[in-house]
């Protein structure tokens, strides 16, 4: 139930995690069979449901899970080959009428140190971001009146207008508050790509603990329906995420995956991403660690989502280290962060060490960009900065003709290598720049003669040699 006034919710608007049903698929351990039959209808490029996702969360033994883990490894290769998209997080603002209980940035946190940047630090954050190379940012804002739409907006258009020689940033999403509808058009009109609203935890009772009732964020419902209001205000592209530590890990994929449905059921089309970050310590919050997802698990979940929602991107942050974010990429994730810095201001002000009470929480993952697109590289990884989609309107259920054969072949793969390169001639150190000339000779070499290869081929030359920059299909 919600406190908000129905008209205000979408037309989709119903609490469609049913509690009871899910917990109950999650007991008991399945037959072999029923595993390899779901992995079957997974590779086949089909989501599952949450009675199929579930299958593959009861399977504990050591051949199954091995058996989970070499299909997400197959169905990562063949829709999302081997490319690896990049962007950085950027803090505008940390003010919050909001309590929640695992959040360094609650209201009630008195060692949070509290700031908005103003247009010039805006600027001088950008520079540097643009600087380092990032060509895609997700705007994130806490809950307050302060940050309106109109100034979500604002800072969307100004972020979008800054230039730095060849620097640009291409993609703005967004990671706020669930809007109304007039919020998110608001947003939208200001150019977005995707709008991010996690739910945190899907399980009721959980939320309510974490989550005071007094505040905004306490409202289950209008949360819940936060991104059905989005798409139903144009912005096709969203995001939903859980909090992984604060409840059953198992029930929270059943969550995603059953919001998932609900979207691709009212909308035609499922989230554009999924996030599954992981508890980390925060300033002033003592967290209840009777959840916590081990690194086994953790695995487990990436794998698992990537087989139930073969369509809808992974998300993998800096909150996790180094090593960790290694293993895990391979099952199946296709969007990361990197030379990431979430203190306001961090990117010109944060320096090699982190500064808690300046965090919403702490990362596991400061290595710089340039590190980071290394150890991609060396990993036989392609780094992409690709906004081609978005910005030629291949987005929402659109974006799905991604499914065609050859789409990866043809488009994806050629504009990561233009942006790789585009890297590579601006911002790379001298390792980095080596290594990545000899992944694109060899991915070069892999893709079939043709139009599509020679004008590719004109292009990364175009790049090296003159000013041409942002060439995509
Ligand atoms: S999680 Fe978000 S809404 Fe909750 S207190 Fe932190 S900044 Fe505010």
């Known amino acids: 139930m919600s406190t908000v006034s129905h008209d205000k919710l979408s037309s989709s608007a119903y609490d469609f995690i049913d509690e009871p049903y899910l917990e109950g698929l999650l007991s008991g351990k399945p037959a072999d069979a029923e595993v390899r039959d779901v992995i079957k209808k997974s590779l086949a490029k089909e989501p599952l449901s949450v009675e199929e996702t579930a299958v593959l969360l009861r399977a504990e033994d050591d051949q199954s899970i091995e058996r989970i883990f070499d299909a997400a490894r197959q169905l990562k290769r063949d829709v999302y080959g081997n490319r690896i998209v ?60 302060q940050y309106s739409p109109e100034f979500i907006a604002r800072c969307v258009r100004q972020v979008y207008s800054i230039r730095t020689g060849h620097g640009e940033i291409r993609r703005v999403n967004i990671n706020a508050a669930p809007q109304d509808h007039a919020g998110y058009a608001t947003i939208k009109a200001a150019g977005i790509g995707t709008y991010q609203v996690f739910q945190e935890t899907y ?82 919050v003592n967290l209840d660690q009777s959840h916590f997802v081990d690194d086994d698990q953790f695995k487990r979940l990436v794998a698992v989502l990537r087989l139930a929602v073969p369509y809808t991107g992974l998300i993998l942050t800096a909150r996790e280290p180094p090593e960790l974010r290694r293993q895990v990429m391979a099952f199946g994730v296709s969007q990361i962060d990197a030379g990431s810095r979430i203190e306001l201001g961090g990117y010109t002000e944060a320096g090699d060490t982190q500064t808690i009470e300046r965090e919403q929480f702490q990362l596991g993952d400061i290595r710089s960009l340039d590190e980071v697109m290394r150890e991609l590289i060396v990993d036989g990884y392609i780094p992409s900065f690709c906004t081609a989609c978005y910005r030629l309107g291949r987005t929402g259920e659109h974006f799905m003709e991604f499914a065609i054969p050859g789409f990866i072949q043809n488009m994806c793969t050629p504009n990561a290598l233009s942006t790789l390169v585009e890297y590579l001639v601006d911002y790379a150190s001298p390792e980095t720049r080596a290594a990545g000339e000899t992944l694109i000779q060899r991915e070069l070499e892999k893709l079939p003669e043709g139009t599509r290869k020679s004008e590719l081929i004109d292009r990364l030359h175009r790049i090296r040699q003159s000013d041409a920059r942002d060439l995509y299909f």
């Open 203 to 284: 399980h009721h009772e959980t939320y309510a603990k974490v989550h005071p009732k007094n505040t905004r964020k306490g409202d289950y419902l209008w949360r819940l329906d936060g991104v059905s209001r989005a798409m139903e205000a144009e912005c096709d592209d969203v995001g939903i995420g859980a909090l992984f530590g604060l409840y059953d890990w198992r029930f929270e994929v059943l969550g995603l995956v059953a919001h998932s449905l609900h979207l691709q059921k009212y909308y035609s089309v499922g989230p554009h991403t999924i996030s599954f970050p992981r508890l980390r310590p925060a300033c002033g």
């Open 86 to 145: 990049l962007f950085a997080p950027f803090y505008i603002g940390n003010e919050c009428v909001n309590d929640c209980r695992y959040c360094a940035f609650r209201r009630s946190n008195p060692d949070a140190i509290r700031r908005t940047l103003d247009q010039d630090e805006i600027r001088r954050q950008v520079e540097a971001l643009e600087n380092k190379g990032h060509k895609r940012l997700i705007l994130v804002f806490g809950e307050h009146p």
